[in-house]
């Protein structure tokens, strides 16, 4: 049997009130030749009954007899992957119809960068559009620095080369950050890179994990983090890598910080800029540009705790220059037309 161009992986777990909606998007994009490899990991909903109802003999469908966890049921997915690319695709998100196409074709026109992702769209628990996106780092360099602080990619949103993502499965020792922990160890050998286009879109809903293990995420993120750290030669404690992985965190806000955390934030932002300069670890301009983004948004977030007036004062004290850079110009050009009323319409379609 001749394989095809792109296999399409959604693993799921009791999601049958999502993962046809997922399916419905990976069949219709209008790169067709492709495979649907659906790995249900021991669901004890409607799931198989729910995939029995699709017709379409690109479908395949892997099921677990119990509960293995999410490296697991990813690494199953990789092992049954026949074609030349493989994408992901999260079983509560959707994948617009022309996804697969552009990021082939980006994969062929750039073949020194291994895997891409993209922006991401929202969607309400119920799949109406949601207002808002976001927007990833999009160069190799970017996307290195970005992963000191927090995922440079959407997970749902990656497609690679197949022979390079196989030879990075999924840890299970991760049983959250999973896919961050393979992001930094392909990160090490290959190049990377993010399109500005939203490609797909990712369903808001109670049951997502970043709701249900946010502390478990946090402690797998300063197990994650310490070795990129090391690499700075940075004398880091262990309130130094709690209050970093914070930083990066996008619930910032719910955290228990307060204008201390700012003037630390200050200082060891500082610090690692002045640590990569004596070990080159990271491009210059890069760090420095995902730096001051994470003050900004760190200065943004404890609005609420400590007031505007507090926060603007802190904020001046570091002001962010190197949003004004060229890696920061280059992010804006190319992401501008994302935000753009009539590029976001032409994006959906």
Not at 45 to 58: C, E, K, M, N, V
Not at 276 to 283: L, P
């Amino acid at each position: 049997m001749r394989a095809p161009t792109v296999s399409i992986l959604i693993p799921t777990f009791n999601r049958a009130h999502y993962v046809g909606d997922a399916i419905a998007s990976a069949l219709a994009q209008t790169l067709a030749d492709t495979e649907v490899i659906v790995v249900d990991d021991g669901s004890t909903d409607a799931t198989p009954d729910l995939i029995a109802r699709f017709s379409d003999t690109r479908l395949r469908y892997v099921r677990h007899d119990a509960n293995r966890g999410i490296p697991e049921t990813r690494n199953t997915a990789l092992a049954a992957a026949r074609g030349d690319y493989i994408a992901w695709l999260d079983s509560d998100d959707t994948a617009r119809p022309t996804r697969l196409q552009k990021q082939v074709e980006f994969l062929r026109d750039n073949p020194a960068i291994a895997m891409v992702g993209s922006a991401a769209g929202k969607m309400n628990i119920d799949g109406s559009p949601k207002r808002g996106s976001r927007m990833p780092p999009l160069s190799p360099p970017m996307i290195a620095a970005w992963l000191l602080f927090r995922s440079a990619f959407q997970q749902s949103s990656i497609t690679g080369r197949a022979d390079i993502l196989k030879a990075y499965r999924y840890d299970p020792r991760y049983r959250v950050c999973e896919d961050v922990d393979m992001f930094v160890r392909l990160q090490r050998d290959h190049d990377l890179a993010n399109l500005p286009d939203i490609l797909i879109d990712r369903r808001l809903h109670p049951e997502q994990t970043v709701r249900q293990f946010r502390g478990e995420i946090l402690t797998s993120r300063q197990t994650l983090i310490q070795p990129m750290l090391a690499s700075l030669q940075i004398d880091a404690t262990t309130e130094d890598v709690e209050r970093h992985v914070l930083l990066g965190f996008a619930d910032l806000r719910d955290a228990d910080v307060d204008g201390a955390f700012l003037a630390w934030a200050r200082d060891w932002l500082a610090r690692l800029r002045h640590a990569n300069d004596a070990t080159h670890v990271f491009d210059k301009d890069a760090l420095a540009t995902a730096s001051d983004y994470f003050w900004l948004l760190a200065c943004r977030a404890l609005i609420p705790k400590i007031g505007r007036t507090q926060a603007i004062k802190a904020f001046l004290t570091r002001l962010p220059t190197n949003l004004l850079g060229s890696n920061a110009r280059q992010w804006a050009r190319s992401a501008l037309p994302t935000y753009l009323p009539s590029a976001s319409r032409r994006s959906a379609q």
